[in-house]
């Protein structure tokens, strides 16, 4: 079993409009809605890779209930999030027909009580440390709602590796600092997120700066680029052999999903970035934001090409 | 008591976006939701001028839970509404907070089926025909979800006559054109929506032509310019006496209580007319939008001009 944490769950809503125009109406000509947030995605990805996965977090009022609801039919994973007063936020992605661009509006989320804090970390303690079904491994995933304390993320890795259980963290800005100073097994950020954090905007300096400050290793999204993954033993990046164009939205998630998986099966390390960069690549390529074309994955995992890269120049 | 009618309700939801950039993402900073569609506003205007009303049409699905119980919320209106299969519509308005624009963004509504028009139907027929509380006039509102007739609104002024209740019909396109042979005894359209019915760009003529093909009067709005009301008994133009700036949004409704009220009231044409101008000046000023600001409205009575307007230029 894997677990999952998303303690900022959205009802996330994708409106297709024939055009946008700013200060303008618009008849919205399809509806799509999902349960959203980071680790629900990686959740649903790790079920569809035929793992075992559970979901916890904060989940409330009338959309809390929609997402409850839409997860429980699309089957395959264990809802286990914490009820609290507040309730899910939307997201709201705007598709423009005729582009292809979305605009996306994001609700900031439902604001948690100490109290409401405190009988998650109580729910989070009996998952990890669960003795009939122990997690193989945690992904803590996305932003945090208001009143959740900054330092969230730190403590629930702690808490995980008291349990034996290790963590993917896959946050930003001040959440993913104090987190990596708990020294989580695996981070994935992209190379925006990397910079926010060490300074530097060269993606292998900004990794090693990662780890020194407490990630044991690092894998950083560099878009169509595909991956970077710098750990102890050693550093490879990897691309898929083709570009495909399509929708990036999960794509980060699936990265999440492959490399929770493999590293819980002790992948060796160019193996378990290959899965990451070919599902990756496969959900930009699905129709459906945020879920991998099964064929296009087993397609493109031959053809990831994994190398060491070359060190950046040293700065006059 | 008066009933509103809204086939199409909505969950209408406003955020508030520092700076809307197409094809971007946004934190949304404000998070407004309420009960809306054209006859849910118009009896709560109802209701805030002393009234008792009630609403009927459809209403489904969690977002339709989450109207209800605003709608109980908020306090003073009857909850009538049939519950159908399908969801009820959401309404996403983004305001961009650095110009005070907004960008609306509508979804289309959940498919009625014929035995959930015919519910409706049997149920409409009870309201309007009620022995110990009948309603004094019945507001029809809005736009048609998919499935229903396009001649609902003609069916429903044919009912309320039967009943020996007069109507007021707010909508547009087909189902406008439709309805004005059943001859409601008010439509209060637009200066577009009644270009698009008579094929005239003038107001006068246009109202003229309503009223040729069925409206026993029309209240045709025209902006910032105010209101023409054009009637077997005589022809007036009013407009308030000072320009308010804000939201216009839900003017249209606080027009058509105003009209709706006054007419039950047998209140003389000028003056029905003059207070329908000053509750849709008052909404424009309120900061929330579809609320009327009582003192404003109160101060804007007394001043509003109503004239007789000017015969249009006959053309060459």
């Known amino acids: 079993m894997f677990l999952t944490v998303t303690l900022n769950a959205a009802l996330d809503l994708t409106y297709g409009v024939r055009h946008l125009e ?8 399809n509806v799509t809605q999902r349960p959203g947030g980071k680790g629900l995605n990686v959740a649903r990805v790790l079920a569809a890779l035929g793992h075992r996965a559970a979901v916890t977090g904060f989940v409330g009022g009338g959309t809390g209930r929609e997402l409850r609801a839409l997860l429980s039919d699309s089957g395959g994973v264990r809802d286990a999030l914490v009820p609290v007063a507040g309730a899910t936020r ?4 705007v598709v423009d027909e005729s582009t292809g661009d979305t605009t996306q509006f994001n609700e900031p989320g439902p604001h948690i009580s100490a109290a409401e804090w405190d009988s998650f970390l109580a729910t989070y303690r009996d998952l990890v440390r669960a003795v ?3 997690p193989r491994a945690v ?7 208001p009143g959740v304390p900054v330092g969230a993320y730190a ?15 896959d946050t930003s800005g001040e959440p993913l600092r104090r987190g990596l100073a708990a020294r989580p097994e695996l981070v994935k950020p992209n190379a925006r997120e990397l910079a ?5 905007t060269e993606p292998l300096r900004a990794a090693r700066g990662a780890r020194r400050r407490g990630a044991r290793s690092v894998a950083a999204s560099l878009g169509a680029e595909g991956m970077l993954l710098v750990t102890r033993d050693g550093t490879w990046q990897a691309a898929p052999a083709e570009r495909l164009p399509g929708n990036p939205t999960g794509a980060g998630d699936s990265a999440a999903a492959a490399l929770l998986s493999g590293f819980a099966e002790d992948l060796p390390w160019p193996e378990l970035l290959t899965r990451a960069v070919a599902l990756s690549a496969a959900t930009v390529a699905s129709p459906v934001a945020g ?9 493109l995992l031959p053809g990831v090409r994994v190398s060491e890269p070359n060190e950046p120049d040293i700065p006059a």
Not at 157 to 168: D, M, N, Q, S
Not at 196 to 200: L, N
Not at 291 to 299: H, L, M, Q, S, W
């Open 155 to 169: 403590a629930l890795i702690r808490e995980a590796r008291a349990a034996g259980v290790p963590t993917l963290l």
């Open 291 to 299: 879920e991998f074309d099964a064929p296009t994955y087993a397609r």
């Open 132 to 134: 009939d079904d122990p």
């Open 90 to 93: 939307r997201t709201v992605g």
């Open 22 to 29: 700013p200060h303008a109406s618009h008849r919205v000509r």
């Open 139 to 145: 992904a803590l995933c996305g932003s945090l709602p």
């Open 196 to 200: 926010e954090i060490t300074g530097s």
